[in-house]
């Protein structure tokens, strides 16, 4: 079983993965959008370039995504994508990168149950928990 996380943006999507890319790494295995397939012909014009689907793969892990329709946006809410790195010097890396121009919720600091753990929500509005290794 495969159980993988999709998100969904309003026109950023190709943005966004080329920045998850030089975050984490690893390759953009998809990146195909709404022209030249059946769905061009439920979005606009303007939209056909934008993105129907995409997908990252980082170490075996995969994260996908797509512009959703331009007539019915949503807004990411109820999960966080989470990420625990092999070292705390890592996840500070990765928590500044995914925070600039976002929100933070929880500065990444030590906690009762992982070295480093941090909240923030990114500058495309997709959430993060970000965090390594337990605490000791």
């Given at each position: 079983m495969l159980l993988n996380p999709y998100l969904s943006f309003n026109g950023q999507c190709e943005e966004a993965f080329k920045f998850y890319k030089s975050v984490f790494g690893g390759q953009i295995?998809?990146?195909?959008?709404?022209?030249g397939t059946p769905a061009e012909?439920?979005?606009?014009?303007?939209?056909?370039?934008?993105?129907m689907h995409a997908r990252l793969e980082v170490n075996?892990?995969?994260?996908?995504?797509?512009?959703?329709r331009p007539d019915h946006?949503?807004?990411?809410?109820?999960?966080?994508?989470?990420?625990?790195?092999?070292?705390?010097?890592?996840?500070e890396r990765v928590f500044r990168a995914l925070s600039e121009g976002g929100e933070v919720q929880m500065p990444i600091e030590q906690t009762f149950f992982a070295q480093r753990f941090g909240m923030c929500t990114d500058r495309y509005g997709?959430?993060?928990m970000v965090g390594a290794g337990e605490a000791s």
């Open positions: 295995t998809a990146m195909l959008g709404h022209r012909n439920f979005v606009p014009e303007n939209w056909k370039d934008k993105i075996g892990k995969t994260l996908m995504g797509g512009d959703g946006p949503t807004k990411p809410q109820g999960f966080a994508v989470t990420i625990f790195l092999d070292t705390p010097e890592d996840a997709i959430p993060w």
